[in-house]
């Protein structure tokens, strides 16, 4: 069965750094791309950008270039979305998914990430 | 980049017939494939249409969807409305390496 299962929730201070973890398993991980989505409460669904495991080659939104970083180790089939100064504002939830196009579209269960001094 | 609208909400009685439109600003919508995902509230976002008409595994043939290149839109259309349908759905495309999601449009069956 194919599965993303994604780390717990967080809760972090203002200008603490994250990283939230996405990790593969029933298929064959550098066969498609992770994309990262975030939904802020009560939002819709924001595209913040992919990466391809097999040679870590990103793409990002560019809302989101420049303040998130998205990583992959294909050795342990996981990617990897990660803040280095966290903002309020960066309060949402945050899911993993496999391939946006075609039949192979999988979700993660989301993480939950709250920003709060 | 493009960006693709949504009405925000839409009301339908159980077992009508519903459709939700998904328009593209700029750019072709038959250029690239539209998909549409159901989000239940506190679920996962789960695909129910991919390239722009094709079911995913699982998902009754109640639900169909289809692209309009007069309009430069996309539709998803629910037939025989169940209470079970009540849910947020999305639209997506993308251009080149990037993605993008519609606002979502919340359908209420009641």
Known sequence: EVQLV???????????SLRISCKGSGYSFTS??????????????????RIDPSDSYTN????????????ADK????????????????????????????????????TLVTVSS | NFMLTQPHSVSESPGRTVTISCTRSSGSIASNYVQWYQQRPGSSPTTVIYEDNLRHSGVPDRFSGSVD????????????????????????????????????TKLTVL
């Open chain 1, 75 to 110: 050795s342990i089939s996981t990617a990897y979305l990660q803040w280095s100064s966290l903002r309020a504002s960066d309060t949402a939830m945050y899911y993993c998914a496999r391939s946006l196009t075609g039949a192979a579209a999988r979700w993660g269960q989301g």
């Open chain 1, 32 to 49: 498609y791309w992770i994309n990262w989505v975030r939904q802020m409460p009560g939002k819709g669904l924001e595209w913040m950008g």
């Open chain 1, 60 to 71: 990002y939104s560019p809302s989101f270039q420049g303040h998130v970083t998205i990583s």
């Open chain 2, 69 to 104: 290149r007069s309009s430069n839109s996309a539709s998803l259309t629910i037939s025989g409305l169940k209470t079970e349908d009540e849910a947020d759905y999305y639209c997506q495309s993308y251009d080149s390496s990037i993605r993008v999601f519609g606002g979502g």
């Open chain 1, 6 to 16: 994604q780390s717990g929730a967080e809760v972090k201070k203002p200008g603490e």
